[in-house]
Structure formats: C-alpha cells, structure tokens
C-alpha cells in the first residue's frame, strides 16, 4: 500500500523521557562515556544532546536516544559516526540520508562525527570495542551550532557537505587504530567507493542514501517477521515536507477502513509483560511523525490518518501481571497517546485511554 502525506510542523508532547543528567562543556568526554542522551551547558545556554555508537539506525536504539532529548524546550542535538568500523570480524555501517531526514523533520540537529580511538573486544580478536569521538571536533561543531539561527534541516544539509572530509578522517583513524591494536579492519578501497559517491556532493550522498532506503523498504514491505504479528499489508509513506523534499517511511501495517487510514507501529516482547522502553520509545519516535501527517492520500483518496502503537507479547496480556515499574510506563503511554492523538493497542486489544 502507498500513501502519501505532508508534514508542515512538528506538534508533539513527549512523557516518557528520562530525566536528563546535566554536564558542562569541559566533561564533554565523560557525558558522552557516561550518558546516551545528556543536557550540556555551553557559554550559559544549554542543549539537549544524544548520539548514536553506529551509524546504522537498527542498533543500540538510537531512536530511543533522540526520544529522551525531546521533552527540551531548547535545541536538540544528536551526533552521529559517519561510519562504524568494528573491526575484519564485525560490521561496518555508513550514515544515510534516511537518517538525517528523520532528524530533520523532527527538529533535532545532527553532529556528523568519526571514531579516533578503541578498544580490542575482550571477547573476539578480530574486533574492536569502546570506540570514542573526536571530542575536539564535535566540541568544535557545538560551538558553531550555538551561534547558528536556521532550522534544523538547513543545517542538517550543511553537515551533509562535510560528510566526504569526515569519512577520510574515519578510514585515517581507522587505519591507525588497526596499525595500533594489530586488528584488521574492513577494506579501505570498499569505503573509498562510498566516499566517491560522497565526493560528488550532497545531491549525489541524498540520491544515493535514498535509493539505498528505498531498496531496503522495498524488501522491508515484502517481509514480515514472525513475531511482529501484524495482520495487515506493510505500508509505504513517502512524505513531503514543507520544502518539497521527498521521504520515504514504512509503517509495519496500513489499512483502510473507509476514509480512515490505519497506521500502525508495531513492537514485540517474548517474554516481558511489555515491551522494553527502549522498543516503546522507538516505536513513539514513528508516532511523532504519523501524529503530524496532513493532506494524507491513497492513491488520489484523501483519508484520515489514524496512527497506532501496537504493542504485541508472546503470551496473553494480563494488566495483574505488570510490576509497578510496568504498569506506571503503560500509564504514562496512554497519557502520551491521549494528549498527542494515537491509539495503543496490545496484542489484538485496543486500550482505552
């Protein structure tokens, strides 16, 4: 199923962010060893930063990350690996469009950064671990950050540009970590390929990482695991926003049932009474998005969107069964869903709310 939609603003109260510790510029090092999402006070101001360990948006929940950035009033900041190398024996990932365009609808600023430090993994000797920023340079892109009045997208695009220069940087550094640590990594003339394509600037890195997204919705659409138990067809969104750029998303499941249009994000437990927290705010990062769609249309119908957070378990839900700690994240979700216009639905039962 596709379905197209606008996003002019982004209208959205979060409830389930964590409470956020506070560093200074100075600790900039020790928040990022420290901390997945952190406040810092730069020159009296302050900023709401996460940051990602890969560049690939499936690990260590990076959604989760941005989430708990986002009941700040202020800027939001997330800095991200331009590549991730773990080493011949792990997986190398590269940033993508779709990525900064997420974080660009949102509002959230993107910080392309590069590993110059790590670790051998204690556990496998042809990889590598504890990888660490060039703290100088992100600091260096904070201060930039703190002075600049566009919107997020605008710089986003900007760091765009830098992309090439920083992932010469990342295969350098990489290059001397392995000389280093005597750990091979990944071949260096395999990224080189991918910088070419960078080289040529950020139309090329956008239609690149675009058609890359796109190859990976297409399979994504055709699949569908097992334990995500959804009943309908995978649905693709492609959303303009108020630019006239073009992004591609997929929903687990759309249906249509008259002129409304069911929009569900679906998050799997085996063995919990919920699913984690970090799964839960994951799937409400995709309901900021569907919460704000207008002008939604299938095919040349207009219908209204009607986003859900489907949360579904291995066993049968049982509300006696939750610890308080559960039962208090599901309180607060329905509060979220309610003020913010979705539904919740827990394996094939809706929530009141």
Request: contains cysteine.
């Amino acid at each position: 199923m596709e379905i197209s939609a606008e996003i002019t603003g982004i209208k959205y109260k979060p409830l389930l962010c964590r409470e956020l510790k506070a560093y200074s510029i100075e600790n900039l090092e020790q928040a990022l060893s420290k901390d997945a999402t952190f406040l810092l006070n730069v020159n009296n101001q302050k900023l709401a930063v996460s940051w990602w360990v890969s560049a690939k948006r499936t690990r260590s929940y990076p959604y989760a990350r941005v989430y708990d950035s986002l009941g700040f009033s202020g800027k939001k900041v997330t800095v991200i690996p331009v590549m991730k190398d773990e080493g011949i024996g792990g997986d190398r990932d590269h940033i993508q469009w779709d990525t900064i365009s997420l974080m660009s609808l949102l509002g959230v600023y993107v910080i392309i950064s590069y590993y110059t430090d790590a670790s051998p993994n204690p556990r496998f000797r042809d990889k590598i671990t504890e990888q660490r920023f060039d703290i100088s340079q992100v600091k260096e892109q904070i201060y930039s950050l703190l002075s600049y009045q566009s919107d997020a997208l605008h710089w986003n695009l900007l760091q765009v540009d830098k992309a090439h220069e920083l992932a010469h940087r990342a295969l350098d550094a990489y290059s001397r970590i392995s000389k280093s640590l005597k750990i091979p990594v990944h071949s260096r003339e395999a990224a080189e390929r991918r910088i070419t394509e960078l080289v040529k600037g950020k139309e090329a890195f956008m239609k690149l990482s675009r058609s890359l997204a796109q190859k990976a919705r297409d399979r994504e659409s055709m699949t569908v695991q097992p334990k995500e138990k959804l009943s309908g067809k995978k649905g693709t969104l492609i959303i303009k926003n108020y630019l006239g750029g073009y992004y591609f998303f997929t929903a687990d499941e759309a249906k249509l049932k008259a002129n409304n249009m069911f929009l569900v994000e679906g998050k799997h437990t085996e063995s919990g009474n919920l699913p984690a927290l970090e799964d839960i705010k994951d799937g409400l990062l995709r309901m900021i998005l569907f919460t704000n769609l207008t002008n939604v249309k299938f095919g040349k119908k207009k219908v209204k969107p009607r986003p859900i957070l489907k949360l579904t378990l291995k066993h049968r839900f049982k509300t006696s069964a939750l610890s308080q700690r559960e039962n208090d994240t599901l309180n607060l979700l329905k509060k979220e869903a309610k003020i913010n216009g979705f539904n919740i639905q827990l394996n094939n039962m809706l929530i009141k709310l």
